[in-house]
T-cell receptor
Framework: DTAVSQTPKYLVTQMGNDKSIKCEQN?????MYWYKQDSKKFLKIMFS???????INETVPNRFSPKSPDKAHLNLHINSLELGDSAVYFC?????????????FGPGTRLTVL | KNEVEQSPQNLTAQEGEFITINCSYS?????LHWLQQHPGGGIVSLFM???GKKKHGRLIATINIQEKHSSLHITASHPRDSAVYIC????????FGKGTRLHILP
């Protein structure tokens, strides 16, 4: 059983399109995250949700909108895709927050914007 | 100056060697994480520390809050330990180091 899953694994799209990445965790965790890893392999946190409520929202363009329909899912919707959005996006979950608990990462979604 | 600095950036060692990777940070923190990113891209959380020392198998992580420094040690290193090791600190925001690329030669 996959603990944290993401779909799709690869996403290739044109500039200006809108796309979504889905994340699901079957660990019963309360907190979920989205991270972006750029071409230089540098990780940055984008969002964190706890029990469907947004608790971390880093400086991310408002073209990125997270949606948490329930605590097991945290989807990432991206409007008007730009070349600079090309990256690997990782979803993660933990029982408690970043400051108190280890995280479990999904396999990543490689987004390429042409 | 980056808020989180890792050293070395790259490390190549022979199988069996004792490995130390360092992480220094410039702010007061609530927690520090060590992550391992495999060559295939997958990320595994190794440790979460707020004080002291933790051990898991051949891996040991320590943190000195006063000195704002953490170390990750690998004993009896093995080629399968080859990966990028990343530290991340959390205070009022979460900041990642740029990673240490470790290559263990058989």
């Amino acid at each position: 059983d996959t603990a944290v899953s993401q779909t799709p694994k690869y996403l290739v799209t044109q500039m200006g399109n809108d796309k979504s990445i889905k994340c699901e965790q079957n660990l019963g965790h309360d907190t979920m995250y989205w991270y972006k890893q750029d071409s230089k392999k540098f990780l940055k946190i984008m969002f964190s949700y706890n029990n469907k409520e947004l608790i971390i929202n880093e400086t991310v363009p408002n073209r990125f909108s997270p949606k948490s329909p329930d605590k097991a899912h945290l989807n990432l919707h991206i409007n008007s895709l730009e070349l600079g959005d090309s990256a690997v996006y990782f979803c993660a979950s933990s029982q408690d927050g970043f400051y108190t608990d280890t995280q479990y990462f999904g396999p990543g979604t490689r987004l390429t914007v042409l | 100056k980056n808020e989180v600095e890792q050293s070395p950036q790259n490390l190549t060692a022979q199988e069996g060697e004792f490995i130390t990777i360092n992480c220094s940070y410039s702010v007061g923190i609530s927690a520090l994480h060590w992550l391992q990113q495999h060559p295939g891209g997958g990320i595994v959380s190794l440790f979460m520390l707020s004080s002291g020392k933790k051990k898991h198998g051949r891996l040991i992580a320590t943190i000195n809050i006063q000195e704002k420094h953490s170390s990750l040690h690998i004993t009896a290193s093995h080629p399968r330990d080859s990966a990028v090791y990343i530290c991340a600190v959390g205070y009022d925001k979460i900041i990642f180091g740029k990673g240490t690329r470790l290559h263990i030669l058989p």
